[in-house]
């Protein structure tokens, strides 16, 4: 199955999902650390509306273990940090895929720190998919977009991940698919951004495009940019904004051991119960939660945490302003 194929699979919300209290999410993802290297515009993580440590490994033990017993069974290794920067990934992907039988383990990164020894170690763990986020179109833009002059080291890891997959395969038999995924923009930045993938094309197995999200609202109008409604999946096969699949499809586990209903709960209002002292299973269907997905079957969220996500906005009649970065029309 491609790495499309499994997000659009997600996305799609199927009927046995569109219930208060759905079965197990088939995915959860887990934030191994909130920390980030990059202070992208179109991200909410540098806003640092709350705290930005690292998971604790009795805590993410624990969980791994009880999510495979209730039935997940994709496992994304980050949330909304990078993870790269978690000294115990390698033995948390080894964790979930060996000991715990995950089927499919996997990562995104923004692809700065990861160097080939850590991603060989990665997939020699038993990773299944590790995809980078690639969202700009040279070295100046990089350092534009993120704060960070990391775009030779970017494609060069790249690079280098299919070099260390190969050798991971040679040497165990598993093979780790390699991905990229890029945002989709109009006109000048589309021409720049598809010149620049052109860069990694051949190390990776599938690149995609994705539209630009709004982060739940918290970076809409970002640099005059104007985002897609909601979190839509990717460009090519985009949802519905309500009801958000997010809610009812895919688990988001904080650092702290939260559950956020959103795949952008970068302020915490998405807190759907404390893992710490409740199982998955109950936070996963807790009245919180039962009554977010309610209000999105219903397709009126207002006055829920999702009222405030730009989807549900009404939009701008104006056209964005001329920018160095302006996204596709929908």
């Known amino acids: 199955m491609t790495i499309t194929e499994r997000v659009d ?5 199927p009927e046995a999902y569109r219930l208060a209290a759905p079965p197990a999410p088939p995915s959860v ?41 209730a039935g997940v069974e994709e496992l994304g290794m980050f949330y909304l940090g990078e993870s790269f920067l978690f000294v115990r990934l390698a033995e948390a992907i080894h964790y979930a895929k060996q000991e715990i039988g995950y089927p499919y383990v996997f990562l995104t990164t923004n692809g700065r720190m990861a160097l080939p020894m850590k991603t060989k170690a990665c997939m020699a763990a038993g990773l299944d998919s590790l995809k980078f986020s690639y969202n700009f179109a040279g070295p100046e833009q990089c350092k534009e977009v993120t704060g ?32 990229a995924s890029s945002i989709h923009y109009d006109g000048e930045q589309q021409e720049m951004m598809e ?28 640099r005059g940019t104007t985002p897609v409604a909601g979190n839509v999946g990717r460009a090519d096969a985009m949802r519905e904004p309500l009801p958000c699949w997010s809610v009812f499809t895919e688990g988001h586990i904080t650092y702290d051991g939260k559950l956020a209903a959103c795949c952008f709960d970068h302020d915490g209002r ?59 029309e929908n």
């Open 9 to 13: 699979n997600i996305t799609r919300l």
């Open 29 to 69: 993802k887990i934030e191994l650390t909130a920390r980030c290297d990059f202070q992208c515009f179109f991200c909410a993580s540098h806003q640092k509306l709350r705290q930005k440590q690292d998971m604790e490994w009795d805590f993410y033990t624990r969980i791994v273990k009880e999510m495979r017993e």
């Open 148 to 179: 960070v002059d990391a775009f030779d080291q970017i494609v060069n890891n790249i690079r280098e991940a299919r070099r260390v997959r190969d050798e991971v395969e040679a040497e165990t038999g598993h093979r780790c698919g390699i991905y």
């Open 195 to 222: 010149e620049a993938v052109k860069l990694i094309e051949d190390s990776v197995d599938q690149h995609y495009w994705l539209p630009l999200y709004g982060q739940a609202g918290l970076t809409a109008g970002a």
């Open 270 to 328: 998405f807190d759907m119960g404390d893992l710490n002292e409740m199982s998955f299973m109950e936070a996963w269907h807790s009245d919180r939660f039962q009554t977010l997905r309610a209000a999105n079957l219903a397709k009126d969220v207002t006055g829920t945490a999702c009222e405030q996500c730009i989807a549900y906005k009404d939009a701008d009649p104006e056209e964005p302003r001329a920018v160095n970065l302006k996204p596709a």
